[in-house]
């Protein structure tokens, strides 16, 4: 394809770049068509204004499938990066109006909706209380994905186990947080935990994480036998429920079917560990308005 000369940003081309996207986040002409509202051969159109704008190629389409080509991968990170910039801008218009409208986007590990304390819920509901102009995106993701997105501004906020913290952000404590080792009643350790000890562990076939943990996290899982991993704790449960392995799991999000009767925790008062989960921020920017109620509705 001919580079183009792009001396410009219209908005004819962040229209282009937002379809673009959300096309990427679908996979598909066709899984955009119901959330962009626009036929596929409209949008293959606007695919195809927009390659001629860039001078690229972003995506490859047809019989083999949809895929996006490395110039396509860029062309979508710069554009999030940029489109978070514009968002920035107009809250901070919004703020020197001293009106509470834009959007609040936050990421948050699994599995924290069924803490006890439910701060961040609380929050969530005070901040929505305070303007119904307030857009609130949640994204459940990985603590890497977190960090990455709070550094180039996708997110504004962050909920994630502090493990390594990088230099970039703020970290605030949230909750502490305490994991068992669970088995499920269909596991033949499950009626054996009176007469079970330490040494037996390393013969249990274990589900491991597969996303980062901390130094205390990863010392107790190298006393199990490693049998298969799971990319976040709502995939341990999924596998500590089989029968077939052992997981670690936070107390809370085990509770469900600890009181069920169909998950039990081995030699609980030997075999745990803490995590802390934080609240992430950039260092170095300004709180907007948004931001500053919802940290201080958690007591920042």
Not at 3 to 17: C, I, M
Not at 31 to 54: P, W, Y
Not at 145 to 162: M, Y
Request: with cysteine; proline share 3%.
């Amino acid at each position: 394809m001919k580079p183009a000369n792009f001396s410009q940003v219209t908005d004819f081309d962040l229209k282009l770049l937002r379809i673009f996207k959300v096309v990427a986040e679908c996979g598909s002409f066709s899984a955009a068509e119901s959330l962009l509202g626009i036929t596929r051969s409209a949008i293959s159109l606007h695919m195809g204004d927009l390659e001629k704008r860039l001078g690229m190629r972003l995506c490859q389409r047809g019989r083999a499938g949809f895929s996006l080509t490395d110039e396509g991968r860029e062309i979508l990170r710069a554009s999030e990066t940029m489109m978070a910039s514009i968002e920035e801008f107009r809250q901070h218009v919004n703020q020197i109006h001293k009106q509470l409208r834009g959007e609040f986007n936050i990421g948050i590990i699994n599995n924290l909706v069924t803490q006890p304390m439910m701060r961040i819920t609380n929050a969530l509901e005070r901040l929505r209380s305070a303007s119904d102009n307030i857009l609130i995106n949640i994204s459940m993701c990985t603590p890497t994905e977190i960090e990455r997105g709070i550094l180039d501004g996708r997110l504004q906020i962050g909920a994630l186990p502090l493990i390594t913290p990088l230099s970039g952000l703020n970290y605030l404590p949230l909750y502490d947080e305490r994991s068992y080792l669970y088995c499920s009643d269909k596991h033949q350790a499950f009626l054996l935990t009176d007469n079970f000890d330490t040494e037996q562990l390393s013969q249990l076939d274990a589900v491991i994480p597969s996303y980062r943990i901390s130094t205390e996290a990863m010392n107790h899982h190298k006393l199990l036998n490693s049998a298969a991993t799971a990319s976040d704790r709502e995939g341990i449960a999924f596998l500590i429920l089989t029968g077939k392995f052992v997981g670690f799991l936070p107390d809370h999000y085990a509770r469900i079917w600890v009181e069920k009767g169909i998950m039990k925790a081995l030699l609980p008062e030997q075999i745990y560990y803490d995590s802390k989960i934080s609240i992430v921020t950039r260092k170095g920017k300004g709180t907007n308005s948004i931001l500053g109620i919802f940290l201080s509705e958690l007591g920042y």
